[in-house]
DNA sequence: AACTCGTGGGC
DNA sequence: TGCCCAAGAGT
């Protein structure tokens, strides 16, 4: 009987030797310079850098990080900093709710676990805001731990290296699953290494368009390129973002974050024909005006910014909206 | 499993 | 310009 799944051609240890020497290798050399990379970086700051850059890109972290770090060096400080203060620090990283847990983790790091990062895969599962990716990514690269790490960039190279498609589709598969935990290495030190070799590759050579094929260290050994570089099967388009809730909602946050005092909730819901608030609280006027500027009805700004409440990224109050 | 949730840069 | 993408998580 054939299992109903695909299961992945077996990697023959030979081969999974030399893509470790290969990669490995390379990225002795090619590696960048990154702050959370350091030795004397803490697992805190290991941590911290890896929620910021869930979906967000690095050079937009690291200006956001080294900020963060000099102004909530442990979690302890962060725990008890103000929600609105956490929120502005994010600034426009995108997503503000990563914000809202990072903290909600640091205060379970503090009640739960005396302060210090858990080094256990399990237990960094248990924090808020932290999935099977960042659970073993801090696993790894905090603590040295032999875990297997799968993030966009290690998905996509094996799938042209090994599996020899262009691209691994959206959603992570067991059957990817399988086929990273079979690359690992089995010494420890080796794994660690190999997990940071092939995310870095996957994000200076092995790129989702225009991939260097050129510059690669396993080019000779890679099954897309080998049959040929085929392009990727389209597919499904995914939502709009322009006129989406998620638009509005951004906007309203960054009102939010540039506002001195509460904002009338009217300014941040009317479509049309504001009232332009007077030039009393510097600073919103230019995230005030994006707003407006947006193609968006009164409800679905209403909705905006019920969201924005329920989730705890405002609050209202007498006054108007304000950061909580 | 399919959706939602921000933001800005590249092509 | 419009679309795709970036060290995902939670529901």
């Avoid at 009987?1 to 290969?22: D, F, G, I, N, Q």
């Avoid at 000099?70 to 620090?89: M, N």
């Avoid at 966009?152 to 935990?181: C, E, M």
């Avoid at 420890?188 to 368009?209: I, K, P």
Wanted: hydrophobic share 40%; aromatic share 6%.
């Amino acid at each position: 009987m054939t299992p109903a799944y695909a299961s992945p051609a077996p990697v023959s240890p030979a081969l999974a030797r030399k893509l470790h020497r290969e990669i490995t290798t390379w990225y002795d050399d090619a590696q960048r310079d990154l702050p959370w990379r350091r030795p004397d970086c803490s697992p805190w700051g290991v941590l911290v850098s890896e929620i910021m850059l869930q979906q967000t890109p690095v050079v937009r972290v690291l200006p956001r990080w080294s900020e963060w770090m000099s102004r909530w060096p442990g979690p302890a400080d962060l725990a008890r900093a103000p929600v609105a203060d956490v929120l502005r620090a994010w600034d426009s990283l995108g997503y503000p709710r990563r914000a809202l847990r990072l903290q909600a983790a640091a205060r379970a790091i503090v009640d739960q676990h005396d302060g210090r990062v858990p080094a256990d895969h399990g237990t960094l599962l248990d924090l808020p805001g932290i999935g099977a990716y960042t659970a073993a990514a801090v696993a790894v690269f905090a603590f040295g731990d032999r875990q297997t790490v799968i993030d966009t960039n290690i998905r996509r190279v094996h799938a042209r290296a090994v599996t020899g498609t262009a691209l691994p589709g959206k959603t992570l598969t067991a059957a990817q699953t399988r086929l990273a935990d079979q690359l690992m290495p089995r010494d420890r030190e080796l794994s660690v290494r190999w997990n940071q070799a092939v995310m870095e590759l996957g994000a200076l050579v092995c790129t989702a368009r225009s991939p260097k094929c050129g510059e690669c260290p396993v080019a000779t050994d890679c099954a897309w390129l080998a049959a040929g570089s085929p392009p990727p099967v389209d597919s499904p388009t995914g939502q709009r973002w322009h006129g989406t809730d998620r638009q509005v909602r951004g906007a309203v946050m960054a009102v939010l974050r540039s506002a001195q005092s509460a904002v009338p909730e009217e300014w941040l819901t009317v479509a049309r024909e504001v009232n332009m608030p007077p030039g009393s609280d510097p600073g919103v006027d230019r995230p005030l005006e994006k707003l407006l500027a947006l193609e968006a009805p009164e409800d679905q700004r209403r909705r905006a910014v019920d969201g924005l409440v329920s989730d705890g990224l405002a609050v209202r109050t007498a006054a108007g909206l304000t950061l909580p």
